[in-house]
């Protein structure tokens, strides 16, 4: 195979001898020079004076005064003449979006030649088509269909506006150009339309060779007939025969531009001249087959896979297999999703030695793209306006990042000080620690502005001096190139904005400011720096144009992938631009399927990979130009299919054996709690983590959640104020943690129930001081809690659920409260496989109180029943334990048996206290589900099964401690394992499941 660019570089050493420096060779794209460079190297093994390499871009701004302005400023100045010839005073967040599109029309119409005051007429008349005789009688169809929607028959509000705005556009185009001309600057259509109709610009160089084009368009066609006429150009078109025959759409331009540009490579004369050539005929090639390739033998093979990171896996299978690892330059990988990329990268072997990587690596993936999403958000929503506070949320998010440390080193010390004084809105000057220098730029505040404009500066220049204190701090690191390039690129793209704003070009709020820096970090890529012509090229299809490889691997070769789903948005309808001329969504469909055939016309072995899932959008169907080659090549087409190549294993849960050191660490277990037995029915390995190995189960701060157990522990710990606020002062004191607690009984009447419901204020206070404290972690009585939307939700929900506690209490009422969080134990002995051992099972009573065994509450009838009452805030489960064996069944706790469990075994031991019940009463157990209560006849005792309640649990003594004995000799029998739960259910929630694995 000989390439296209070395029979390029043969035919101008022969023509233009060794001395080119008056030569300019104009690529489509630049990549293509360094081939022709090393292709000329090798031909002559003198010195040469070498041509000078340009893309067609860089030849019309070489000729041009004028200069391509920034993206974003075109929108602006375009924003300010729509203004001006609308009078439509629409602001530039709004007109942004669809300014982009205006100006992609008005570059095409530059590019395109076409008359921007007969495109943008309006023809609502359709007898005005009379005077258009330039037009041919299809394209005078073409327009009379779309115009004939908008007669008078056929009008609606949406289409008076469109013509409304069109009868605009021509001015708005006239305006924009002038406005930009004045400036000396340009959109890249209105530059090039500018070089082509000066007529006494004068073309420097002897001659202009153009290589490897394919759709011209008529700005650059006008460009190269003048030239050519001229007689400064020349031109080497690539192609195959096999698409130049039968209106082949993929040798659609190439027709067309051999009728007005002659080849210089014409087939029979180069046959003649490589003849003449001892050493020009290689590889056994013969002369005519320069533009005969897709006829030749190639080894074609497909591949379908079901998820895009398989194709790219199959990168390292590839080159492994073709022996390809060691190849220098003669092996591409295409990427037809360049998305793909960090994957590929990844999956290369390590034999292999030398890369070319001709696309850029998306800014979007690196780690700097997130941090100035945190950032932004640290500065917009995390911290409250004309406020000294940020949002623990969205501070915590930043000083989290992995740059975070880069910004400052005292990053996780801020973090620990939040989390350990539960701090939710933590001021600056706490934030500061030690006026540290980076923690001062990264809590910045830049309120203090007068206007949108100042803010957007000053948001725009915390983001450069951030990057600014990253660059300074990692200047004496050994920090890799990947990061230094993504940190040089963030800083030039905030920079670029920076500049936008300052000159008063960008007047924008600041939610589109935010979506423009993101956009731009979006659409940059950080380019890799090797030796182009040297390793596998790893690249784009646009990089594919003039180059020829042996060996070829294109992934993600799907159909709206190659070619692209076509965004055609365009105020300019189809007919008005196939009737003008303009880009239709047929030109660009027929410029891929060139890129196609032409990257493949010399490739001997041929390897596409397709995504065949239909799943996130994906259609699953290879390329339509996949589907051709199968039936027009005369090549077999050898399909395979991957497979993920895995069967999905069940996650192995191994037990752990009750060695010496655990069973040294379990013996150090004596006092015991109900949750200790629950956590072991649960699951015996999540047990041996808890209790075991020590291991706390996390307890992470946010602001933006409150989780169940901080829920209910807020609200037992209010409504254990309540009920504070009906004792006398001699029933309580303070315990050694400065906390009220009731020390006697205390009679409650209806009476203060009704005045407690009534008082919202004392509700209020109440809530506020427990999450004061179990939230916040505070005791002092004049902190005054900060609270978010979803903590005020939470309060308020709190409150309600003491609303309701006060009411259902108040049916029973007047009735005594023996004691609240009162602490109780019992003791006695175990048999174990090892001895016995003194056992203490201990926890805390939420509610101790004593009502009228016959449900006849008042003074006279009282102190008949104790009840131990359990507070719950969760729903109460549909079903209860039919009798108590089922209580110590693992399999039954989806019936909250761990609750029964916790509420009968402080209820037998209160009923065997002779301090909390020395008159023998009897003891039931109850569950307070709050949100179950409403009912005027709601009875929180519990009850098995649809059978009567536990109005006495000593009834049901000697069966529970019989199901308590039994757990707690398993848990301190030797020979049995902790054993995984059979439930995986439990273990989609379980905080060990990725250590149990």
Not at 273 to 279: C, I, R, S, Y
Not at 803 to 829: H, N, W, Y
């Amino acid at each position: 195979m000989v390439p296209f660019l070395k029979s390029v570089a043969r035919d101008l050493r022969e023509k233009y001898g060794r001395d080119m420096s008056d030569i300019v060779v104009v690529f489509p794209n630049k990549r293509a020079s360094l081939f022709l460079d090393t292709y000329l190297a090798e031909i002559e093994h003198e010195a040469i004076w070498s041509p000078s390499y340009i893309t067609v871009s860089e030849l019309f701004r070489q000729n041009s005064p004028l200069k391509v302005a920034d993206p974003i400023k075109l929108v602006c100045d375009l924003h300010k003449s729509f203004v001006k010839c609308t009078e439509i005073d629409e602001t530039l967040d709004h007109f942004y979006g669809w300014g982009q599109m205006l100006i992609t029309d008005f570059d095409d119409i530059d590019k395109n030649m076409a008359d921007a005051q007969l495109v943008f007429s309006n023809l609502k008349d359709i007898h005005e088509l009379d005077d258009i005789s330039y037009l041919t009688d299809d394209q005078k169809k073409m327009i009379q269909r779309f115009f004939s929607n908008f007669s008078e028959d056929h009008n609606s509000e949406l289409k008076k506006r469109f013509l409304q705005l069109w009868s605009h556009f021509l001015d708005i185009y006239n305006d924009f150009n002038s406005r930009l001309a004045q400036q000396g600057l340009a959109y890249e259509g209105a530059l090039y339309r500018q070089v082509v109709t000066d007529e006494n610009l004068k073309f420097e160089h002897k001659k202009y060779v153009f290589v490897g084009f394919n759709m011209l368009q008529k700005v650059e066609m006008q460009l190269c007939d003048r030239l050519m006429k001229e007689e400064k150009a020349v031109f080497y078109w690539d192609y195959d025969k096999a698409y130049m025959d039968n209106n082949h759409e993929a040798g659609h331009y190439i027709r067309q531009n051999l009728k007005y540009f002659p080849n210089e490579l014409d087939a029979d004369s180069y046959k003649s001249k490589l003849e003449a050539n001892e050493n020009g005929n290689e590889s056994g090639q013969s002369a005519e087959n320069i533009y005969d390739n897709l006829s030749r033998k190639k080894r074609i093979n497909y591949f379908s896979a079901p998820t895009e990171n398989v194709q790219a896996r199959f990168v390292h299978t590839w080159l492994k297999e073709n022996g390809l690892c060691k190849e220098t330059g003669n092996v591409a990988i295409v990427l037809a999703d360049e998305s793909l990329l960090p994957t590929v990268l990844h999956s290369l072997p390590k034999e292999v030695e030398h890369v070319n990587i001709t696309i850029g690596y998306p800014l979007q993936q690196t780690p700097f793209y997130s941090l100035i999403q945190q950032l932004i958000q640290l500065q917009g929503i995390g911290h409250p306006k004309a406020s000294n506070t940020y949002r623990l949320h969205q501070v915590l998010a930043t000083l989290r990042h992995p740059y975070a440390r880069y910004i400052s080193q005292l990053n996780l010390q801020v973090i620990e000080q939040l989390e350990s004084k539960k701090t939710f809105y933590p001021d600056r000057s706490t934030l500061i620690m030690n006026e540290d220098e980076g923690l001062a730029i990264l809590f910045r505040d830049i309120d203090k502005v007068e206007n949108l404009d100042e803010y957007n500066m000053g948001l725009l220049n915390y983001l450069i001096d951030i990057l600014k204190q990253i660059g300074y701090n990692t200047k004496q690191q050994n920090v890799d190139q990947l990061f230094q390039e993504s940190l040089f690129r963030s800083y030039t793209v905030i920079n670029r904005l920076r500049g936008l704003v300052e000159s008063g070009d960008l007047k924008v709020d600041t939610i589109t400011l935010e979506r423009l820096i993101l956009q731009l970090f979006q659409t940059t890529s950080i380019p890799f720096h090797g030796e182009p012509a040297v390793g596998i090229q790893i690249m784009g299809v646009l990089e594919t144009r003039n180059l020829d490889f042996d060996y070829m691997l294109v992934l993600s070769c799907n159909e709206g992938k190659w070619p692209k789903g076509v965004n055609d948005a365009s105020f300019i309808p189809y007919s008005i631009r196939k009737a003008y001329g303009l880009t239709t969504i047929d030109n660009k469909v027929a410029i891929s399927a060139y890129y196609f055939y032409r990257m493949i016309q010399r490739c001997q072995h041929l390897a596409f990979t397709y995504n065949n899932a239909t799943e996130e959008g994906q259609t699953g169907e290879m390329s339509r130009f996949m589907l051709q080659l199968m039936i027009e090549g005369k090549n077999t087409v050898h399909r395979h299919s991957f497979k993920l190549g895995q069967t999905p294993c069940r996650d192995e849960y191994k037990e752990v054996d009750k060695t010496e050191t655990i069973w040294e660490k379990l013996n150090e277990h004596w006092k015991i709690s109900p949750t200790f037995i629950n956590t072991y029915m649960r699951c015996e390995k999540r047990f041996y983590y808890r209790y075991i190995e020590k291991l706390e189960e996390p307890d992470l701060i946010d602001e933006d959640e409150i989780d169940n157990r901080i829920f209910g522990n807020i609200f037992h710990r209010a409504a254990q104020l309540i009920y504070l606020q009906f004792a006398p002062k001699s029933a309580v004191k303070l315990d050694k943690d400065g906390k009220e607690q009731l020390i006697h009984p205390i009679i409650i009447t209806k009476a203060d129930f009704e005045n407690a419901i009534k008082n919202e204020a004392l509700i209020y206070r109440i809530v506020d001081q427990a999450f004061r404290e179990e939230l916040f972690k505070v005791s002092s009585n004049g902190y005054q809690p900060k609270y978010n939307g979803l903590q005020l939700i939470n309060r308020e929900v709190i409150a309600n659920y003491l609303k309701q506690l006060l009411v259902i209490d108040s049916r029973q009422a007047p009735f005594t409260v023996i004691g609240l969080e009162i602490p109780i134990e019992t003791r006695f002995v175990l048999p174990t496989s090892c001895g016995d051992k003194n056992i203490t099972l201990s926890g805390f009573i939420d509610r101790l109180d004593s009502v009228a065994a016959n449900g006849k509450p008042g003074l006279e009838n009282m102190a008949e029943k104790i009840r131990v009452i359990d507070y719950k805030t969760g729903r109460a489960p549909v079903s209860h334990p039919a009798e108590i064996a089922e209580v110590f069944n693992p399999e039954m706790l989806r019936k909250h048996t761990d609750y029964y469990l916790q509420t009968i075994l402080y209820a037998l031991i209160v009923s065997q206290s002779t301090s909390l019940n020395p008159a023998k009463d009897p003891v039931s157990p109850g569950l307070l589900f709050i949100q179950n209560a409403r009912a005027e006849d709601y009875d929180p005792t519990l009850k098995l099964g649809r059978g009567s309640y536990i109005e006495n649990v000593a009834d049901y003594k000697d069966e529970f401690w019989e199901g308590i004995m039994k757990i707690l000799s398993d848990i301190f029998n030797k020979e049995l394992p902790f054993r995984p739960t059979a439930d995986k259910e439990r273990c989609a929630a379980c905080p060990y499941a990725g250590l149990c694995k």
